[in-house]
Each structure stands twice: as structure tokens, then as C-alpha cells.
């Protein structure tokens, strides 16, 4: 079935980078944005770029440029999403989500990544 | 950039009543407007794209209306798997998303 797959909950001290992959399955890897999405505890849903797979173009929300890169390995079916500069702030579950162009929205997701910025 | 507010932030029903949940934007965004209903510990989950329109699989008590800036999600009668936090979303300034910061329903 169409699913994506994202790796494991990641603990990081303030300063460091964080990646996290997002492996696309049931489907055309190439033919579908992929795009980033984290929310901290208790809060709501924060949008923090997308990725095409098959331009490898990207496009980030200006509160996250210049600290977040959207990569891609084709071969794997894979995303990336890898954050720099780490504060505590950042700590949150990170989620990717397939756009679907046909219903202009975000149709499937990953399970979701926690990431712990503490030192 | 445009923000979405939804209200009410919480609303408290039994199971079997209606609920209807709202979602203003702060400019006119068309019809490019999607509904989210997440769980605890999971991921969202597509209700309504393009304001109206149910995704694969969701129930018919799920609705979706409205356009420009003001749209409304209604659950015609709430079933007990229904308690959940709602999000809107609105892609009009592609390919910048922003989601409204949500709307608990809760078990009365």
C-alpha cells in the first residue's frame, strides 16, 4: 500500500544537525512533492518546506531558511530533511506528507519522527 | 502571508450531536482549503480538500463548505472515534502552506 516510512526518534544537543528520512513506498516516488511538517508538543502543525523528488527544487518557509535542506535519493525512494543549528525549541515530531496535485492537500503521511533538542 | 484562525478552540458535545467548526482566513484563499483530523500520538489525516470535497474513505458525516474567507467543517453526528483535534489548511499562496492552530472536540 502507498505509505511513508520516516526514521527513528532522535535525541541531539543544542547546536547539532539533525536528518531525518522519509522512504516512499506503493507508489511513484518522482510524481509526488513531498513536504515537511513538525509540531511541537501540545501545539499545532507548523509547514516547513517541500521537496520535488524529480527536479530535486525546493521551496522552505522563510522561518526555516538558511537552517533546513530538503534532499532526495531516487535510487531508494527516499526523502531527507536535515536541520542545523539546533535549539531546544526545535524539539517536536517531525512529519512528512505527500502533495497529491489532484486534491491540492497532503493525502498520505509518515508516522511522525520525534526529535529532542536537549543538552 | 495568510493566517487562519479557527474556532471555537474547543467544543465539547456527546456523541450523536452536530458539530461545526469554523475556519476564517485572513484574505481570500478561494476554494483552497483542506480539513485534517489528527489523534493522539498519530499523524494527520485528510478529511475535505478544495473545501468541499471528502477525501478517499472518510464517512459522509463529514463535510466540508464555504469559500473566499470563511469555511465550516461540520460532523453531521459525532461517533465516539469522531473526538479529535481538527486543522484547516490553505495552500493559496502555493507553495506556501499554513494551517490553522485547531479545534479540539471533545466528549462532553
Known amino acids: 500500500q502507498v505509505q511513508l516510512v520516516q526514521s527513528g526518534a532522535e535525541v541531539k544537543k543544542p547546536g547539532a544537525s539533525v536528518k531525518v528520512s522519509c522512504k516512499a513506498s506503493?507508489?511513484?516516488?518522482?510524481?509526488?512533492?513531498i513536504n515537511w511538517v513538525r509540531q511541537a508538543t501540545g501545539q499545532g502543525l507548523e509547514w516547513m518546506g517541500w521537496m520535488n523528488p524529480n527536479s530535486g527544487n525546493t521551496g522552505y518557509a522563510q522561518k526555516f531558511q538558511g537552517r533546513v535542506t530538503m534532499t532526495r535519493n531516487t535510487s531508494i525512494s527516499t526523502a531527507y530533511m536535515e536541520l542545523s543549528s539546533l535549539r531546544s525549541e526545535d524539539t517536536a515530531v517531525y512529519y512528512c506528507?505527500?502533495?497529491?496535485?489532484?486534491?491540492?492537500?497532503?493525502?498520505?503521511w509518515g508516522q511522525g519522527t520525534m526529535v529532542t533538542v536537549s543538552s | 502571508e495568510i493566517v487562519l484562525t479557527q474556532s471555537p478552540a474547543t467544543l465539547s458535545l456527546s456523541p450523536g450531536e452536530r458539530a461545526t467548526l469554523s475556519c476564517r482566513a485572513s484574505?481570500?484563499?478561494?476554494?483552497?482549503l483542506a480539513w485534517y483530523q489528527q489523534k493522539p500520538g498519530q499523524a494527520p489525516r485528510l478529511l475535505i480538500y478544495?473545501?468541499?470535497n471528502r477525501a478517499t474513505g472518510i464517512p459522509a458525516r463529514f463535510s466540508g463548505s464555504g469559500s473566499g474567507t470563511d469555511f465550516t467543517l461540520t460532523i453531521s453526528s459525532l461517533e465516539p472515534e469522531d473526538f479529535a483535534v481538527y486543522y484547516c489548511q490553505q495552500r493559496s499562496n502555493w507553495p506556501l502552506w499554513t494551517f490553522g492552530q485547531g479545534t479540539k472536540v471533545e466528549i462532553k
Open positions: 506528507a505527500r502533495f497529491r496535485r489532484a486534491v491540492d492537500a497532503f493525502d498520505i
Open positions: 484574505q481570500s484563499v478561494s476554494s483552497y
Open positions: 478544495d473545501a468541499s
Open positions: 506503493g507508489y511513484t516516488f518522482t510524481s509526488y512533492d
